[in-house]
């Protein structure tokens, strides 16, 4: 593509605002006197808006962002269908982890998710399990979108990947290091506005380039009529399949620990109110814009070749080039504003859960200070090194990131706010369960009962917690009998 | 009182234990609404469909109605049924 300073500039802009976010919010960090607290959950503060922008933005990754709209391009309408699914998260994620999770998490003063297992199960077991499938999945889903952001740039602007990586790199590391949790929420806010808008204008362009909406269907149904069915372009999307991705990607979503942070970092009941009502717009809005966007593209532009390169490739057909560079910005948003949620959960992971739980208890403030910043920063240098040249065991990892996490937590931290049964034999029993489970599906029976393998080892992971949990309280309540 | 009994005498996670029930009502209508417009209009042979605003009339009522009609039904359920209240503890 060579140089293309149309596309550079609207990137060079986005970028020094973000920056301008970070110093600001770093001033925060300087001033207040609990630093945990503010650097990883924003002092607890987030009105509605932040946090529901937050919320979609951290979730709405990448992967979604640009092979979303890709395999809707191949699959038509039978994929935006599935998309949907992902509403759910706009209001199921804040509703069902609610003012419970918000209440005890204060109780408890946790500023992680393990924070808040730890003291629910009271053992160091559930805390290295926990704290280990955090690293585990998280780091690799972290490097996997480290490489998607480094790639992004190179595409828009035409700089080497190295250079490229760098650029994304800095530009990130810079406000999360100095800023936190604060910066990272600043800063998911304005890319939202960015995705929102983003995605509207360029639906608006890819529909009247191809003639008006009916026009457009007519096209593809006379291309191959499966693309205007909910089966697929091959007719495979069964309903079973489709509908399995309503856990994966829809009420699944409450057990990552990117997202269900977010639950205990709004300021009050208003905020939460407000946050779950927004978004549930923004996320709908942004999901059926970007899979459309990806369906209506076939008629446009026929023959896209690599499904990561149709939102690119047709944001540069129909837009005049200054504006399909502010557009292309928002891809590169979705990238960002994952990437920082991750980068700072897991420095919170080791920071918090197993530093200051298992090797330097009584750590003084300013040295937790320094510590939280040095570990932010060196994990992104050590994600830098390994986005030169990744290694296989991260993009396997990265794979069952998803599916593991939430066969991992969903139970320990959904039962464990509302069963009071619940034990941490029932937790450790489930969190093996659940990981084990999805691995050996996902490698050796992909799709039991025609459903995504999430489901049957969400499942099995239930009947392990309830289970553990029931069997342990009989053999307590027997030795205490005697 | 235990802080680690996460079901202590508390009258505000009754409020809560409910607004989460709610959460679970309103994903449960969500998911019939979609499958059940998508698959009961979109199982239909293909020269039977019929379209608004172009587009098929699965798509447009499962898709783009359903999710206008869920903003409108969560805002509806946040402004009546639920509760302000203080997250932190009165002693704090």
């Known amino acids: 593509m060579g140089m293309n300073w149309q596309a550079i500039l609207p990137l060079l802009l986005f970028l020094i605002i973000i920056f301008a976010v970070g110093i600001w919010a770093g001033r925060y960090v300087k001033a207040t006197n609990s630093f945990l607290h503010e650097y990883f959950l924003g002092g607890r503060s987030l009105g509605g ?48 982890l609610g003012k419970k999770f918000a209440i005890v998490t204060r109780k408890y003063k946790a500023v992680t998710i393990v924070d808040f297992l730890k003291e629910r199960y009271q053992s160091k077991w559930v805390v290295i399990l926990s704290a280990a499938s955090i690293l585990l999945f998280l780091f690799s889903a972290m490097s996997a979108q480290w490489i998607g952001g480094g790639r ?18 800095i530009s990130v590391l810079v406000y999360v290091v100095i800023g936190g949790f604060r910066a990272v929420a600043l800063t998911d806010t304005l890319q939202g506005i ?81 946050g779950i009502i927004i978004s549930t717009i923004v996320v709908g809005f942004i999901m059926l814009n970007m899979h459309l966007i990806g369906v ?184 205490a009998g005697k | 009182m235990n802080k680690h009994d996460i079901n202590q005498d508390d009258y505000r996670f009754k409020i809560a234990n409910r607004e989460a029930l709610i959460g679970v009502g309103l994903v449960l209508f969500n998911f019939v609404w979609w499958y059940g417009f998508a698959y009961g209009l979109g199982s239909r042979d293909i020269s039977e469909y019929s379209y608004i605003f172009g587009l098929p009339a699965w798509f447009f009522y499962s898709c783009v109605l359903g999710f206008i009609v869920m903003v409108v039904l969560i805002s509806i359920v946040m402004k009546l049924f639920f509760t302000d209240m203080l997250l932190e503890d009165e002693e704090n």
């Open chain 1, 194 to 274: 960015v995705m929102l808008f983003g995605t509207l204008i360029l639906l608006v362009a890819v529909i009247i380039a191809g003639g008006g909406i009916p026009s457009i269907i007519a096209d593809l149904a006379a291309e191959n009529p499966n693309l205007i069915t909910p089966f697929g372009a091959n007719g495979d999307l069964t309903p079973s399949y489709v509908s399995s991705f309503w856990v994966l990607v829809g009420v699944g979503v409450v057990a990552l620990p990117q997202i269900a942070v977010r639950a205990m970092s709004y300021k009050n009941s208003k905020s939460m109110h407000k």
């Open chain 1, 296 to 479: 209506f593209a076939r008629p446009v532009m026929p023959g896209v070749e690599v499904g990561d390169t149709v939102m690119p490739l047709v944001a540069q057909q129909v837009l005049p080039n200054w504006l399909a560079g502010i557009i292309l910005a928002a891809p590169m948003a979705a990238i960002m504003t994952t990437v920082n949620s991750l980068l700072l959960l897991v420095s919170s992971t080791i920071v918090k859960d197993i530093y200051l739980n298992y090797i330097e208890p009584e750590a003084g403030e300013s040295r937790v200070r320094g510590l939280s910043m040095w570990i932010t920063g060196i994990l992104g240098v050590v994600v830098i090194v390994m986005s030169l040249n990744p290694p296989d065991l991260i993009i396997w990892l990265n794979l069952f990131s998803m599916g593991g996490l939430e066969s991992a937590f969903i139970w320990p931290i959904v039962m464990g706010l509302y069963w009071s049964k619940g034990n941490k034999h029932g937790a450790i029993a489930s969190m093996l369960t659940g990981v084990s489970s999805y691995v050996l599906f996902e490698y050796f029976y992909p799709q039991p009962f025609g459903m995504h393998s999430v489901v049957t080892s969400i499942t099995l992971a239930f009947v392990a917690y309830v289970g553990f949990s029931l069997a342990s309280q009989k053999s307590i309540a027997a030795i």
């Open chain 1, 152 to 169: 992004l740039i190179e595409s828009l602007t035409g700089f080497s990947y190295i250079s490229s990586l760098f650029i994304f790199s």
């Open chain 1, 49 to 96: 808006f932040v946090l529901a922008m937050t919320m979609v933005t951290t979730y709405g990754s990448a992967s979604s962002f640009l092979s979303g709209p890709g395999t809707a391009y191949n699959q038509g309408l039978g994929w935006v269908l599935l998309s949907m699914s992902q509403l759910a998260t706009g209001y199921f994620v804040l509703m069902i």
